[in-house]
T-cell receptor
Framework: AQSVTQLGSHVSVSEGALVLLRCNYSSSVPPYLFWYVQYPNQGLQLLLKYTTGATLVKGINGFEAEFKKSETSFHLTKPSAHMSDAAEYFCAVTLLTGTASKLTFGTGTRLQVTL | NAGVTQTPKFRVLKTGQSMTLLCAQDMNHEYMYWYRQDPGMGLRLIHYSVGEGTTAKGEVPDGYNVSRLKKQNFLLGLESAAPSQTSVYFC?????????????????FGSGTRLTVV
């Protein structure tokens, strides 16, 4: 089975500071990894994804993540936080069974951005 | 371009009542999913479908039934609601027909249905 662990259910940063949200995965085969963002009272929106190829993946809103196989990690970063980044962030990994592609989500990290 | 539309957005049920949540997508996606979101637990897969007329159980299927009679619609039913089913329910779809692989194609989510069972 595949799973993801998000370290820290809440992260608080100052506006302009580095954002680092941690995600570690467990998989017996090379995984496909995703980061989603959820703004209050909304659905989930895809930030970025890693499938194959370049291990540094750039997404929307200035976010990026690096796939590190040796560390089984896929941490999400942004050089400078903005107030509009306050949201909940979910890391996810595919669980491929038969012909189905199913995402398994982490428990989420709520990002707070302060002045 | 509506994407994924969920109805209703809010609902309060009494224990033992039944209801159906509707998910509709207009992107010609093959795969559709129902998740529930609870505080501190992330999203957990209830049921999913890989095409019209097919359904399969996910991680937490008990107490729910689904149907996919039309490709664009995926219905989630609660036959006898329980307080433990109080949650936010999200529908998602993925994999337009003809795409190279379902695995690396991200999901499109609806905006959710907030269900309270009292």
């Amino acid at each position: 089975a595949q799973s993801v662990t998000q370290l820290g259910s809440h992260v608080s940063v100052s506006e302009g500071a580095l954002v680092l949200l941690r995600c570690n995965y467990s998989s017996s085969v090379p995984p496909y990894l995703f980061w989603y963002v959820q703004y209050p009272n909304q659905g989930l929106q895809l930030l970025l994804k890693y499938t194959t190829g370049a291990t540094l993946v750039k997404g929307i809103n200035g976010f990026e993540a690096e796939f590190k196989k040796s560390e089984t990690s896929f941490h999400l970063t942004k050089p400078s936080a903005h107030m509009s980044d306050a949201a909940e962030y979910f890391c996810a990994v595919t669980l491929l069974t038969g012909t189905a592609s199913k995402l398994t989500f982490g428990t989420g990290t709520r990002l707070q951005v302060t002045l | 371009n509506a994407g994924v539309t969920q109805t209703p957005k809010f609902r309060v049920l009494k224990t033992g009542q039944s209801m159906t949540l509707l998910c509709a997508q207009d992107m010609n996606h093959e795969y559709m999913y129902w998740y529930r979101q609870d505080p501190g637990m992330g999203l957990r897969l209830i049921h999913y479908s890989v095409g019209e007329g097919t359904t399969a159980k996910g991680e937490v299927p008990d107490g729910y039934n689904v149907s996919r009679l039309k490709k664009q619609n995926f219905l989630l039913g609660l036959e006898s609601a329980a307080p433990s089913q109080t949650s936010v329910y999200f529908c998602a779809s993925s994999y337009p027909k003809g795409h190279t692989s379902p695995t690396n194609y991200g999901y499109t989510f609806g905006s959710g249905t907030r269900l309270t069972v009292v």
